[in-house]
């Protein structure tokens, strides 16, 4: 299914739902990524997908029942069932979701509102996680990753207390050592940290000088209270893949470890749905032109009906003229 305008377009595959390509008209997509166990798949995650009713590893038994990582989403058949509108079911779980895509009549922003349904005959816990994947050759060594994240800790830390020692973005600890999460060099490790947000909007920018184009990705923190940035390398140690993902827990586990868990850093893990309840949660991603010298982003913010993009140490701006559609 293809979303467009004069100026850009959105393209969401029908086999798993991903969000495969934005790119203004005749331009680069940043939005890059298929597993290797995912090639000859039918339905699977690819670029932007949608994590439901989990962010990660089912449990062992619900594995041997045939759930698979990250749920189910990206596992089925999506439909159109009118213009901007793409739905599926996901059986195991129980839910079904339902998606309608917005762009701008003229900019390069799209909105997206996501509405999911438990039709169980009784209440669940789930999870539901937005993974956006930028590769090469928009991603290589230079590409700069920013958010308004604040407090985190790496996945890789031991249970039951993963959160310490915790830290700020955009640092994070790899043993004593500090790593700085703007840049991927050669070492992805730790390769999945997460934080939270302490802002009413969330925001994660992607900005490549040497493409001049960002791409910015915009929720409310009440739907998503998490940031998760994930990194990834090839055989050469090249960048491969980074994901910008943005959900509603921060601890990649089995809900059994979440259920016992609860919080981290006063934030739940984990969200609920009643019976036959429905909720719907958005975000907007959108494309700018960047100069050659661009450093990277320090803020985004909403005004005056326009997205607004101030530069790192600088007082540059850009702007896009248009703003989400929530």
Same mark, same amino acid.
């Given at each position: 299914?293809?979303? *467009? ?51 990660? *590893? ?20 999506? $439909? ?126 992607? =900005?490549?000088?040497?493409? =001049?184009?960002?791409?910015?990705? @915009? ?40 259920? $016992? $868990? ?10 609920? @749905? ?31 009906? $326009? ?10 701006? @850009? ?8």
């Amino acid at each position: 299914m293809v979303i *467009q305008n004069p100026n850009a377009e959105a393209t969401f595959d029908l086999g798993g739902g991903s969000f495969v390509s934005f790119k203004m008209k005749n331009g680069l997509n940043p939005l890059r990524w298929l597993g290797p166990a995912d090639l000859n798949a039918t339905n699977r995650p690819m670029a932007h997908f949608l994590c439901l009713d989990r962010w990660g *590893q089912p449990s062992d038994p619900e594995l041997a029942n045939g759930m698979p990582y990250h749920g189910e989403a990206t596992r089925v058949a999506w $439909k159109i069932t009118s213009p901007g509108i793409m739905t599926a079911s996901l059986p195991m779980a129980g839910l079904d979701v339902a998606r309608r895509i917005l762009i701008d009549p003229l900019a390069a922003l799209v909105t997206v509102h996501e509405t999911v349904t438990n039709r169980n005959t009784l209440g669940k816990i789930y999870n539901m996680v937005q993974h956006p994947t930028i590769g090469p050759p928009f991603l290589d060594e230079d590409t700069l990753v920013d958010a308004n994240a604040r407090r985190g800790f790496a996945q890789s830390s031991p249970l039951p207390n993963p959160e310490e020692p915790s830290f700020y973005w955009p640092q994070a600890f790899k043993d004593e050592t500090t790593v700085n999460m703007r840049r991927l060099k050669n070492d992805p490790l730790p390769n999945v940290v997460s934080y939270v947000i302490d802002e009413p909007l969330g925001w994660a920018t992607a =900005s490549s000088p040497k493409q =001049s184009l960002l791409i910015g990705y @915009l929720w409310k923190t009440a739907e998503y209270p998490w940031f998760n940035a994930w990194r990834h390398v090839d055989a050469q140690n090249k960048p491969l893949a980074r994901g910008l993902e943005f959900g509603t827990t921060g601890l990649h586990q089995p809900f059994p470890v979440l259920v $016992k $868990k609860n919080r981290i850093f006063g934030r739940l893990l984990y969200t609920y @749905l009643d019976t036959g309840e429905t909720t719907t949660r958005s975000y907007a991603t959108f494309l700018l032109t960047i100069p050659p010298d661009w450093q990277g982003v320090d803020r985004v913010a909403i005004s005056q009906g $326009k997205v607004i993009v101030t530069e790192r140490n600088s007082q540059r701006k @850009l702007e896009v003229a248009a703003s989400p559609q929530w």
